[in-house]
């Protein structure tokens, strides 16, 4: 069987982790990378693996299945998706939740004007975390469902950190509140507070001079961001952050708290969690095993835009319907 | 929008768990009960609900949307579910796991005799496990999977004991270890034997003057059920067990444990975890939630077999695809 030919679009820790899973596949290959870069300065793993310009990327439209979009989801994914979506089959992380609707009516439009399939929104969350709601929901319609983040890096508060005067460096961890899992596990259905679901801790490397009671007390209760939260800050030199904070770690938990019976009085608690050494090259994980679904899908005449929601399950797999229920039902 | 009209064949814990998590939706109503005993017999927890004899149920497919089958693996289905799928569409929790490819070959072949939709192997293992097993090894393909069951009530193992000379009644639980699930949840990727991943709880009301050293001797040293386990056994009074062990809890663990990176060695852990107040109650949730992606198939001009991991997860939810992206993604 010939290999599912696969571009990557765009190579950060993203691309570079979707590089790395399709090494671990048997059914896909890496046919190029393309970039906005000037592609001799970007270096993959696989040194073999040629870099286009993206410029450049309408001449490859027969020697590719699957693009896998590793762009952001706030300048790249609304421009490169649709365009992209209009000549090949793609496959994304688009992750701004109140723009999704909008998003997937575009790339729609697109896919189909090209006659190709657009997956979007994979990853984790969205993606693995919503469909854990939606069977959740589904499965058990009296409930209620939580979410926790953590413990993360968060890129978003990271960057507001690192925006208070006196900060030279830092980084953001936002932690669920054990204690609240613990409630919600227990078939109780607590309402949880903000403040009673996550906490935050920052790593910050002060600027000569600085005054650290200051900062801490600037970041503490910067609005939005940690005024609702209970944060700590704890301060760091330059090398202890190098050396202890590189890694992007995340993960969570969904839960399903529900009702049944004939006076709704039996507790089922369904619980979906993760925990990641590494955000970015889970999240292409991901991504690689939907570029499988895409193919499939295209392979048999499907159109048009897709999320995780609205993809069976076997699709995404390398072994066959058959092959799966003999081993896994 | 019309409801779905549903009948329920089989009327045990099981039939009585999808009457009432039928009454939890919006979207579906229940026309009958059809039962080998003598109608009159049957009890459901909402009388308004005629009770018919099996032997008359095809003269209400013109009725019925989609049958509920609540019968057992062993007897029931392997008999029942081809005869039923070649005149209405049907859902089933079929789950002796080696029969499984059998099954599915009877049932689409009669599906598609009748030009209907059979979904089959619907519950939480197999059935939920089995997606997350397949989410798992499909996204993290260098890595292990874990099944832990527990705690929980099980029922051939429960027979086993019953059936132990002086044993009046018992029952017995099968528990997960901890500190095994600890070590797998780590991101470590042990051999387990079956001794360190689950333990045995049995819970005994002797026979008048049986001898209780030599019960407990002969539930211990059991071969294929217990001999294999540690295992307890606690001896009651028949009040105490009924009290105490009426409840049919159960649930259990689906861990993925993968590696990814450019050496392997990155760890990724994703875990889905199940605590069920009522095996039975929880089961019928389910397969009432697949009762609507059958109808939905069916409306489709789908037909043949499906299990849950061919099923893409937006066709269980009352919800429009639109809606659960606006929602969930």
Redesign the interface.
Known sequence: MSKIRIGIVGYGNLGR?VE??LS??DDMQLIGVFSRRDPATVQL?DSSVPVHPYSAIDDFRDQIDVLILCGGSKDDLPEQGPALAAHFNTVDSFDT?AR??EY?AAMDAAARSGGNVAVI?VGWD?G?F??N???G??????GETYTFWGKGLSQGHSDAVRRVPGVKAGVQYTLPSEPAIERV?S?SRPTLSTREKHRRECFVVLEEGADAAQVEQAIVTMPNYFADFDTTVTFLSEAELREQHSAMPHGGFVIRS?L???D?S?????????????NP??T???LV?YA?AASRLAGQGQQGAY????????L???KS??Q???E??
Do not use: C, M, W
């Open positions: 982790g790395l899973a671990l596949t793993a939740h999704v609707p997937f929104s969205p693995l919503s469909l709601r939606l069977y929901e589904a499965i058990l319609p009296k596990r078939g529900g049944t019976g004939a709704q039996t507790n089922q608690v369904v619980e979906f969690a993760l925990k990641l050494d590494s090259e889970f292409a994980s991901v095993a499988r999320s995780p929601l609205e993809i069976a399950p076997a995404i797999s390398p319907p058959e799966l229920r003999k896994l039902l």
